[in-house]
């Protein structure tokens, strides 16, 4: 390579072992220098490596090409491409195997001198080696030689060749190659195809040819200007690069009329091009005078039909150094390495680190992929303090059934897992405008059913101006209080609020049995006394300080309270407002805000934050007036849109305003699943047609459906044409006939009709298994299943063969007569088909149509033909 650039070459089997080609052929040693300091006179490769000079070798002048002997045994034997087209047997070292001693220094002479270009030794037959050759006129420029060939014609002399200095040795110079091919031609470059000993790509001055050489007479070519530096994929034989100036040409042999791929064109020409021996499909170029190698990922997916598609290429470049590249190679064992060579011939050790893929699974499992390297992100067992993602337990509740308990709506934040109290005060809340909306409708029907539903910001709007206020004893104090009158909407609203219960009685005494059976002590003592019963509170205190889970300190508050006195100035007074804000509890803090406060002046209880919505409202409608009770559900109804609390919607119901307030809790949590269920609960249809809405529901769907709970969101879209009854998709998919077009989904449902029956199409048997086989408006048969051969419309169960098994799945359910084992089916490719169970039974063992002579794959079509629904598994 006397004048050039220097070439650099791995050892094919010395995994530690590299020669640089240039005017000489030096081999150097790697080492790894982690754990040690740099030898003297070793050249730094990178950070942990370095190379030793070996042996240097200089008796092959005008080198144009080198390749290195890919069989183990001699381990350093080169053949060296001249410039007058010798190609000579070197070696670096001293080999004392005398087997292959004879070969050192043999030389395979062209007929005409002109210049070698390429070389390659067969991998299959290591004794092959293929020269490219300029063109010559009278020769071939093609030569396969055997370097075993012991073949020698008289009229050549013996010579003596030099091998090294001081030392001769006499061989033989072979003249007479195994084969010639390419008469009259040019060969650029060379490469052996791995599939088949004899087979040759060449590129050729004008054409990539293809040699056979059991018939040398033939070639298979295509002409194209990208015939230098032809290499074949090593890991997919009939994939096969080559390049032409700035662009590279990615061929298929099987489909050699035209490049399937060319590649972004280079500014400036390239030098080499090479496949990575250690990675599928990944292609490195060299541009002339760059620092930059560009790497070309060739990502394939072949289809069942045929590869028609063409492969995916990421590309993307890396810097080895900072100076020139001369030329690379890529390590054959080492994964992504490779080693550059600059034209000073300083070397770079290079690893080409692989991109990193991050994938989300819709179960919320982080994957990423590096190389050949699959890892799996897992959080810790024991770590609990991490909360759950939104997607996670969305996907726990649909597995639950969460939502479908539309006749106990208010167990759907038990099966929530009942763990937060917003879902807790929705649910109960949707449950009780279900329930008072059908005591009403059945009351007067059409005529407050609805403002039920709009919630209790719209039902205090109504009765402005309607309630007066009054004295009421307390009991167990000679004390009076000034309490609003109770009017129909302000029941409605307690009743909403779950105080009192469904009639006419306002007795707030089931819901205070129904609070000390869960142990809200403290709650049920607060809402005794908002309804002036001190001495109940006093009662449920002390009932909570003995049992087994209540506080001993209940009692100390019960105390406290029977010492209630209703002067102003008393030191009780004092105490209590100074010490009441030290309390944890915020009912027992609320208790003694409204002993402590002046008439008509609760902001104490109204706007203590922790206290539940439902009960400072329940305050609110029984002790403000109806100004005040307006400004303050205003107020509050303001403050819940905007944090996006769900104890809101009791203020603004299943309205706009409603559906303002899901939005803010949507946006801050990605609940998608409760703003669904929450918003198909309501009766007015002008909601679910908020976009917003309709939105978050199919949003849902597709979350479901990524999920594979298939099941799931059949079962939702049930739930949700129930509710609203505008969401029924019309059909969009049916049977027709072939010869009139007409539908006959409706004649093979095998339904009974009124009229005229399924007999005159001659049903044998039972009644429930009706035969339709021709079209109820040609009277043309049907097709004829693929595998059982019988007209369409025939049930399975009455087919020849047909199993009692079948017949059992068939008359399963009466209503149900047409079962999915009779449903039409067929392959959108091939349109072949028949009734649905034959198919899933022939599917379940072929891979191929059953038609005979068709050899569709059509199974494979269908991505999703393989996966199972994943509702039955546990996260």
């Known amino acids: 390579m006397s004048g050039t650039k220097p070439d650099i070459l791995w050892a094919p089997h010395q995994v530690d072992r590299f020669v640089v080609c240039d005017s000489e052929l030096s081999l150097y040693h790697v080492e790894s220098t982690v754990n040690s300091e740099l030898k003297a006179g070793s050249l730094r490769l990178s950070e942990d490596s370095a190379a030793t000079l070996l042996s240097i070798n200089s008796d092959t002048p005008y080198m144009k090409c080198v390749a290195w002997y890919l069989n183990y045994d001699p381990e350093c034997l080169l053949a060296v491409g001249q410039a007058n087209g010798r190609v000579v047997l070197t070696s670096l070292g001293q080999d004392h195997n005398s087997k292959f001693k004879d070969l050192i220094g043999k030389e395979f002479v062209p007929k005409h001198a002109r210049q070698c270009n390429t070389l390659a030794w067969n991998p299959l037959d290591s004794n092959w080696l293929a020269a490219g050759l300029d063109k010559h006129r009278a020769d071939f420029s093609v030569l396969i030689w055997d370097i075993c060939s012991k073949y020698t014609p008289d009229i050549v002399p013996m010579e003596k060749v030099r091998l090294s200095a001081g030392e001769t040795e006499t061989t033989l110079l072979v003249t007479k190659p195994l084969y010639e091919l390419g008469q009259n031609d040019a060969c650029l470059s060379l490469c052996w195809l791995p599939r088949d000993q004899k087979l040759l790509l060449a590129g050729m001055h004008r054409n990539l040819a293809i040699f ?59 030098t080499k091009v090479a496949w990575c021996p250690t990675r599928t499909g990944l292609l490195a170029t060299l541009t002339r005078d760059s620092n930059i190698i560009r790497l070309y990922d060739m990502q394939h997916t072949p289809t069942p039909i045929g590869d028609e598609t063409e492969p995916t290429i990421i590309e993307r470049s890396v810097q080895p150094c900072d100076n020139y590249i001369a030329s690379f190679a890529w390590h054959p064992t080492s994964q992504n390495r490779m080693i550059v060579v600059t034209p000073n011939r300083t070397m770079s050790d290079f690893t080409v680190f692989e991109r990193i893929s991050l994938a989300w699974s819709p179960i919320t499992s ?28 969305m996907r726990l509740r649909a597995l639950s059934r969460y939502g479908l308990d539309t006749e106990q709506v208010w167990r759907n934040h038990i099966l929530a897992g009942n763990e937060d109290p917003q879902l807790k005060s929705l649910w109960y809340t949707l449950h009780f405008m279900k329930q008072y909306t059908e005591d009403m409708d059945q009351k007067s029907p059409g005529n407050k059913g609805s403002l039920v539903y709009a919630g209790i910001k719209s039902i205090v709007k109504s009765s402005l101006g309607m309630v007066e206020s009054s004295r009421h004893n307390w009991s167990g104090l000679d004390k009076q209080s000034d309490i609003q ?25 089931p819901f205070l049995n129904s609070l000390v059976q869960e142990g809200e002590w403290e709650r049920a003592a607060a809402v005794a006394l908002f309804n002036l019963d001190i001495r109940r509170a006093i009662q449920i205190l002390n009932e909570g300080a003995s049992s087994e889970k209540g506080d001993l300190n209940l009692n100390v508050v019960a105390m406290a309270l029977s010492g209630y006195t209703d002067e102003k100035n008393s030191l009780w007074r004092e105490m209590c407002s100074t010490l ?66 769900l104890e809101g919607i009791l203020l603004t119901g299943l309205t706009k305003d409603g559906v303002d307030l ?42 479901l459906d990524a999920w594979r709970f298939w099941h799931k969101r059949a079962e939702f879209d049930i739930h949700r044409s129930k509710l609203d009854p505008s969401s029924k998709p019309l059909a969009q998919v049916f049977v027709s006939c072939n010869f009139c077009g007409k539908s006959i989904s409706y004649s093979c449902s095998a339904v009974p009709h009124q009229g005229r029956g399924f007999s005159q199409y ?34 399975v169960s009455s087919c020849p063969g047909g199993t009692k098994s079948d017949e059992k799945v068939d008359l399963s359910k009466d209503k149900k007569l047409a079962q999915f084992n009779n449903w039409f089916t067929w392959c959108h490719n091939c349109r072949h088909g028949g009734h649905a169970g034959h198919m899933l039974s022939w599917f379940r063992d072929h891979a191929e149509c059953p038609v005979s002579a068709c050899t569709c794959k059509c199974m494979q079509l269908d991505t999703t033909g393989n996966l199972v629904p994943a509702e039955t598994v546990q996260p």
């Not at 029941?491 to 009639?503: M, S, T």
């Open 212 to 270: 056979d050489l059991r018939n040398t007479s033939q070639k298979m070519f295509v002409n194209t200007k990208a015939v230098q530096g032809v290499t074949v994929d090593p890991y997919f034989h009939d994939r096969v690069a080559s390049f032409y100036e700035g662009q590279v040409a990615i061929w298929d042999l099987r489909k050699f009329e035209k490049p399937v791929l060319t590649l972004t064109e280079q500014p400036k020409p390239l």
């Open 366 to 393: 982080l994957m990423w992929a590096c190389g050949r390297h699959l890892y799996e992100c897992t959080e810790e067992e024991n770590d609990n303090s991490l909360e759950k993602d939104i997607a996670t337990k």
């Open 485 to 509: 009158n109770l009017n129909e909407e302000r029941i409605l609203a307690l009743q909403l609020c779950g105080w009192i219960k469904k009639g006419t009685d306002v007795d707030v005494g």
């Open 580 to 645: 009441r804000l030290q309390l944890n509890n915020p009912y027992l803090c609320v208790m003694f805000a409204f002993l402590t406060s002046e008439a008509g002046s609760y902001d104490g209880v109204l706007y203590e934050n922790k206290v539940a919505v439902r009960d400072r409202v329940a305050f609110a409608c029984k002790f403000l007036s109806d100004t005040q009770l307006n400004r303050y559900i205003e107020k509050l109804t303001n403050e819940m849109k905007e944090a996006g609390n």
């Open 662 to 703: 899901m939005e803010s809790y949507v946006d801050r949590t990605g609940d998608v699943q409760t703003a669904s269920y929450c918003m198909l609960q309501g009766s007015p249809l002008d909601v679910l047609k908020d976009e917003r809405v309709q939105y978050w529901i199919e949003n849902y769907r597709n979350l």
């Open 762 to 795: 001659g049903v044998s048997g039972s009644p429930t298994k009706s035969k339709v086989t021709s079209c109820p408006g040609c009277r043309k048969p049907l097709p004829r299943c693929a595998l059982c051969l019988i007209n369409m419309g025939t049930p």
